[in-house]
């Protein structure tokens, strides 16, 4: 069943203002009886009735059905419950304001309220008879982030394993944690028992203790003051045989803990006061090759000078390192080589516009110097470590019973694997296999590496379950707590709780979700929603026009790959997505309002966005809140880079897929996709510059078009005040002329971006024209108007829509009527404090639709 | 292991062929073909799909039919159709790299399925291999023509079919990334990493000995069984609607328990004997010659070495603006926008190039198989190669699909020509796949919207 109210409502909608063109409202007779009707107390059925006779039915009736709506026989069903959605489409249009169409007689505003309160409380009644009906399957696999932090919470340590499972399904502007998408397959059971065998392999170590790889290599104290040194990693092309190269591994272990040191200290010319040291580790890194495969480490903000070196310390699995497999020499194979690569990331924006500095050299920007750096893996600071220690505990048991032991180490490696209590038959099944596998493994570490490996195919583990247990299953609460805020399997606290039958305490669930939220692990929640929720993915694709944006991202300027994008380096777009991750977690911190994504006094920034942007200055890669002023034209979501790139053609804005955007995302419609049959048109810009095609333009096709019209003058209106907004997410609200044909980056005559932004400034003398009537009639212009018009117009839409997400991202399904009233429960809750967003996702997790089992 | 006289010969055969065309990837490749039970004299019949998104250029008819407006003597060059009347194919520039191969390949116009119709405008590529009608009775899809095969005959060969994809795994409704279906909401995850698919098709036990991989495999059966009961008693604990979804568990376990069987018997004929050089398994979509290349080769590979007779290569997907392949066309032509943009706004230089492109790549792959001798033929007079879209000109139709029929000249397919189904002689795409299934020997009278056969593809 679709969860999406709207998309009836948009088709609805669309009809009555297509109807309007050929309906002059003189030819409308007014029911002389209708306000007498109305003017009862006793509203009923009737009523309505006339109401949706007078004003709607002549669109959507007996003869005409637009948007597949007919309201003729609606109400027929005293039940309400065939037609609950229909009737959702008619509150929420009703509420809008936006049917009748502004050319039909409008109902008084005192008509209408009438029949949105009738709606309502019909609603209201259905949802909770509702409730004594059986709730939705829930059944559903992991989705592949959550299976891959299961893990790493099951064993205490990551395997980034998601490469190797098959692509978990997606689909724009929904959640993919539902039944409908989560399948399974023999594919996946497949990789899943590869992957369990091979996490084991890695938790269980062998008993004696390992040789331990360690690498040094120290380079040259060289001084501050002449020129580039083997000791330094600048900005620009390095030398060879210096630091910059990164030093290979003499030999490294398949699995085990690693850490790696680093003395490193920071030059800083003037104006400087810190720079971003990342660590890579892998393939040694080649420019001419864009597939070598490395890893990031780590990243630390360098702001200590030479004379005060600090040792810095990295760790992880040396197993999510990609390694050079080694080549044949004489038919000889040569072992698997691993390099480590320091890189200096400063920047500021302008480092790909080598002429902003007139005769550029590394020493006049940030250097980082390296005095030396050692890997040592595994590490052996306790052996075995605490990942074998957990499934394998110490015990008497061992010599004295060793099947007693194997036993207990089932059971408690299963009652976590499930994460709940599990019967001694379940546990006699592996008991059972354990006894199966054993002749064939010398040592109890083998035969129970493939053992559990099989509780990790087990649907208990694999599967989001409910079973008939408990009507009050505090366990499924657990879970359902866990991987709604972690994305991954409860902690021992949250067990513990379960196990006390405490988690029906609302106070006690309060208390979990703020510590919850309070994780580390939140950061998976945070982003798996973000992304899913805005449609964020596509950004990254966008094919950004190079003539139009020469100096975006960086390019390879010589050899073989001469003006690919330069590899192995984050660049602004990876950082433009960051942002609004960090942007939606800083609300969650804050507890700040929703509607700070219409718009906000901050923004999390680092020194290349600031710059992107061009607000205030600030200095490192990190990102952190930084105030705004109104000149910064920022604040809220609309304005992301991540947004408008992602809904722009990469050489233009597009005003529909920001439309779209708008609508789906922040508004909650469901905007349909083009139905069969309807012409493509040329509406994107396409292979130059200057034919990007102009907003006019655009429009005009599609009014010129009525199989396009029927929608997009609805949509369209939405996506012109996002035009101040070029297609790398700027705010450049002045255009040239008419006719007048921009002529792209040329280093002859331009020089440098600043002479570029010089011509581009001299052409550029017209305001854009960014005002749009809504279908409201509302009249906006730019963003800056959209965005007030959004808050006061449209708050209580956007609060809904963002609320009706977290529930139903937190449950794992999409959202039919019966959550109506746990929707409206929870904004009623929650608007005192100004609809909070910590405050809603609290509220949800104490909501009935989110602590009651399916039975 | 001593070789028999008919791998010698194959082997000597597969080399010559290699270098004698000069094939780039694959010229320093030895195969040593698997000891499966086949002689030359009776040569494994196979079936391969290829999916191509966004249609194809016909300025001579946009609803992918020849339009009654356009001049009849003048046939667009770039157009995708090689030539403007039904009858023997004549080549334009859009089809030339097919015109060596002129009498292994046919055109079809005029053919689609039903159940697409009323999908999406970017949705209609789900159904290509099956056929379903994904918006009125089988909105989970249905089983596509390559696994019908595998269920009759897949037991024959080491694995019983092979799923790639250029961006992998299953996709979503109405965004599927995948041609192939078990059934109904069993969507078959296409793998689109050239190492991944090397290995696991010539290295599936990762080096370990025969008997080491034999033993485990033995005891994965009972493991596997254990977990079965194991989980039917955890089934029956759940309400309904949740036992339907972990069906789809239990069958999943079933299914590997039962390749653990398969692949258990097929333990005991060796492996084909691969050597990777010249075969550049690390390619990736921004060399993109290279790597459908190699997407290609790997099912030449599958199907010379007879590990596989059904493969299915999403070319393409209509849904692909979060993936690499979004960019496919700037990479492949210099075209500065999404590929997708090409579909929309058809230059006709930019446009024509990129089916031209298209076909080059799918005529590389038609030429292996025809170059590599095989009982009294080669292998494409043995495979059936299936090859187009779901969208004509206008890319957001569901209607009257560009279809490119080659090979299977000893499976009773003739070719040659292009054949036009419109008006009263207009039948279901479905026909077609009637027609292949049986040339495949598996013998269906109907699938999906199907009315009959094709006859006028095949020899009298």
């Known amino acids: ?855 | 292991m001593a070789s028999k006289s008919w791998q010698i010969k194959r082997r000597e055969v597969l080399k010559g062929a290699g270098i004698a065309l000069g094939l780039p990837s694959l010229e320093a490749m030895t195969i040593k073909r698997a000891g499966a039970s086949l002689s030359p004299k009776n040569p494994p019949k196979r079936m391969m799909i290829g999916y191509i998104a966004y249609g194809t250029y016909m300025p001579d008819g946009q609803s992918g039919v020849r339009s009654k407006t356009h001049p009849i003597d003048q046939h667009p060059e770039w157009s995708w159709w090689p030539c403007s009347q039904p009858g023997e194919l004549t080549f334009n520039k859009s089809s030339e790299p097919f015109k060596d191969l002129k009498n292994y390949v046919s055109y079809l116009r005029g053919l689609d399925h039903k159940g697409g119709w009323k999908m999406g405008g970017h949705s209609s590529g789900d159904v290509f291999a099956t056929g379903a009608d994904m918006t009125e009775t089988e909105k989970t899809n249905n089983i596509s023509i390559d696994q019908v095969a595998a269920n009759l005959h897949g037991h024959e060969t080491r694995y019983r079919s092979l799923v790639l994809g250029t961006e992998g795994g299953t996709g979503s409704y109405g965004s599927s990334k995948t041609l192939s279906h078990r059934g109904p909401g069993r969507p078959i995850p296409s793998m689109h990493k050239p190492q991944e698919i090397f290995n696991r098709l010539f290295d599936p036990y990762s080096g370990k000995g025969i008997e080491q991989v034999r033993a485990t495999l033995k005891r994965e059966a009972s493991i596997l069984d254990l977990l079965l009961e194991h989980s039917k008693s955890f089934h029956r604990k759940l309400g309904r609607q949740d036992q339907e979804k972990m069906d789809e568990y239990l069958e999943s376990v079933r299914s590997i328990e039962k390749r653990v069987e398969r692949t258990s018997q097929w333990t005991h004929e060796p492996l084909p004997v691969m050597d990777t050089k010249g075969l550049n398994l690390d390619v990736a979509y921004k060399e993109p010659k290279e790597y459908i290349r190699c997407m290609y080769d790997l099912i030449y590979l599958a199907f010379v070495t007879d590990s596989t007779r059904y493969a299915t290569l999403m070319l393409e997907s209509e849904q692909s603006s979060t993936s690499e392949m979004w960019n496919y066309a700037t990479y492949v032509l210099g075209y500065k926008g999404a590929t997708h943009d090409i579909a929309h706004k058809r230059p006709e230089d930019y446009s024509g190039q990129w089916d031209r492109w298209r076909a080059e790549q799918h005529a590389y792959f038609l030429r292996r198989l025809r170059d590599t001798s095989e009982g009294d033929g080669n292998m494409l007079d043995h495979t059936v190669v299936l090859w187009g879209s779901a969208h004509p000109h206008a890319s957001h139709s569901t209607r009257n699909y560009p279809i490119h029929l080659a090979g299977g000249n000893r499976l009773g397919f003739k070719h040659g020509r292009l054949h036009e189904f419109i008006g009263d002689k207009k039948v279901p795409l479905a026909n077609l796949f009637v027609s292949m299934l049986n040339a495949i020997d598996v013998p269906v009278a109907q699938f999906a919207d199907s009315t009959g056969s094709m006859s006028e593809l095949m020899k009298g």
């Open chain 1, 1 to 855: 069943m679709t969860t999406k109210y709207s998309v009836r409502l948009a088709q609805t909608l669309l009809i009555y203002c297509v109807l309007a063109s050929f309906t002059g409202a003189n030819e409308f007779v007014r029911n002389a009886t209708f306000e007498d009707t109305f003017a009862n107390d006793n509203i009923d059925e009737a009523r309505v009735q006339t109401f949706l006779e007078t004003y709607c039915v002549k669109c959507h009736g007996s003869d005409q059905q637009k948007g597949n709506i007919s309201l003729n026989t609606i109400g027929r069903d005293t039940t309400f419950k065939q037609e609950i959605e229909v009737w959702e489409s008619v509150l929420e249009i009703l509420e809008s304001g936006e049917m009748p169409p502004s050319s039909e007689v409008q109902p008084k505003s005192s008509e209408r309220q009438i029949v949105i309160s009738w709606i309502e409380t019909q609603l209201r009644k259905s949802s909770h008879s509702a409730k004594v009906v059986h709730r939705k399957s829930v059944t559903r696999r992991l989705t592949n982030i959550e299976y891959q932090n299961t893990l790493r919470d099951l064993f205490g340590f990551e395997l980034e394993i998601i490469d190797k499972l098959p692509k978990d399904p997606t689909k724009p502007y929904q959640f993919n944690n539902t039944p409908e998408l989560m399948l399974i397959g023999p594919e996946q059971i497949d990789r899943y028992l590869e992957i369990a065998r091979q996490v084991l392999a890695s938790a269980i170590v062998d008993p004696q203790e390992p040789v331990v790889h360690k690498t040094r290599r120290e380079w040259l104290r060289h001084g501050l003051d002449r020129g580039l040194a083997l000791d330094e990693i600048g900005v620009y092309g390095n030398r060879r045989h210096s630091v910059s190269q990164g030093f290979s591994l003499k030999s490294f272990p398949k699995t085990g803990d690693f850490r790696i040191r680093v003395r490193a200290s920071a030059i800083l010319p003037p104006g400087h006061q810190m720079v971003p040291l990342r660590l890579i580790m892998g393939n040694d890194i080649q420019i001419n090759s864009s597939t070598r495969e490395t890893r990031e480490v780590g990243v630390v903000q360098l702001a200590n000078t030479p004379d005060s070196p600090r040792t810095i310390e990295f760790t992880g699995r040396i197993e999510n390192f990609p390694p050079l497999p080694g080549k044949m020499v004489n038919e000889k194979q040569q072992p698997a080589r691993m390099t480590i690569t320091p890189q200096n990331i400063f920047d500021d924006g302008s480092l790909n516009d080598r002429y902003s500095y007139g005769n550029l050299r590394n020493i006049d920007l940030p250097r980082i110097v390296i005095e030396w750096m050692e890997f040592e893996s595994p590490i052996t600071d306790k052996w075995p470590p605490d990942h074998h220690t957990s499934i394998l505990f110490e015990s008497p048991l061992q010599s004295d019973d060793l099947n007693a032991y194997v036993n207990q180490v089932i059971k408690r490696f299963m009652t976590r694997a499930y994460r709940r209590p599990v019967d001694p038959e379940e546990v006699e099944i592996f008991f059972q296999i354990y006894e199966q596998v054993k002749s064939e493994f010398s040592t109890l570490e083998g035969a129970m590496r493939e053992t559990l490996a099989m509780v990790l195919i087990s649907p208990q583990f694999l599967y989001h379950t409910e079973t008939e247990r408990a009507p009050d299953d505090h366990y499924a609460i657990a879970s359902r707590l866990s991987y709604f805020l972690w994305a991954s399997m409860p902690d021992e606290e949250l067990l513990d709780l379960a196990e006390k039958q405490q988690l029906n305490d609302p106070a006690v669930i309060e208390k979990q979700v703020l510590r919850l939220l309070g994780d580390e692990r939140a950061e998976s929640f945070i982003r798996n929603f973000t992304m899913q929720w805005l449609n964020l993915e596509k950004m990254k694709t966008v094919p950004i026009n190079r003539d139009r944006f020469p100096r975006f991202l960086y390019y390879v300027s010589a050899g073989e790959r001469a003006g690919t994008e330069m590899p192995y380096l984050p660049t602004v777009r990876d950082y433009l997505l960051e942002e609004t991750v960090a942007f939606v977690g800083e609300l969650i911190r804050r507890n700040a309002s929703v509607l700070n994504i219409v718009d906000s006094d901050f923004a999390m920034l680092n020194q290349r966005l600031a710059s992107h942007y061009g607000t205030k200055k600030i200095q490192g890669t990190h990102f952190r809140a930084v105030p705004l002023s109104p000149e910064d034209n920022l604040g809220g979501l609309l304005t992301h880079g991540s947004v408008l790139i992602g809904n722009g053609t990469g050489t233009a804005a597009h005003p529909i897929y920001r439309a779209v955007w708008l609508r789906e995302a922040i508004l909650g419609d469901e905007v349909p996709e083009p139905p069969a049959e309807v012409p493509a048109l040329s509406d994107s810009a396409g292979e130059s510059a200057d034919r990007a095609f102009t907003i006019a333009e655009l429009l005009a096709q599609h009014r010129n078009v009525e199989s396009c019209n029927d929608c997009h003058f609805r949509l369209d209106p939405w996506g012109i005040p996002f035009e101040q907004y070029n297609a790398i997410g700027q705010f450049r609200p002045m255009v040239p002329s008419e006719g007048i044909r921009v002529s792209v980056f040329d280093k002859s005559k331009h020089e440098d971006m600043a002479g570029y932004q010089n011509y581009l400034d001299s052409i550029n003398v017209n305001s854009l024209s960014s005002e749009a009537t809504l279908p409201n009639q509302a009249t906006v212009s730019g963003v800056r108007g959209l965005k007030k018009h959004l808050l006061s117009n449209y708050a209580d839409s956007i609060v809904r829509n963002i609320t009706r997400r977290l529930l139903s991202y937190g449950m794992g399904e999409p959202l039919d009527h019966h959550d109506w009233v746990t929707l409206e429960s929870i904004m009623e809750q929650t608007e005192a404090g100004g609809h909070r967003l910590r405050d809603i996702i609290i509220a949800i997790c104490k909501s009935d639709s989110f602590t009651a089992n399916s039975n």
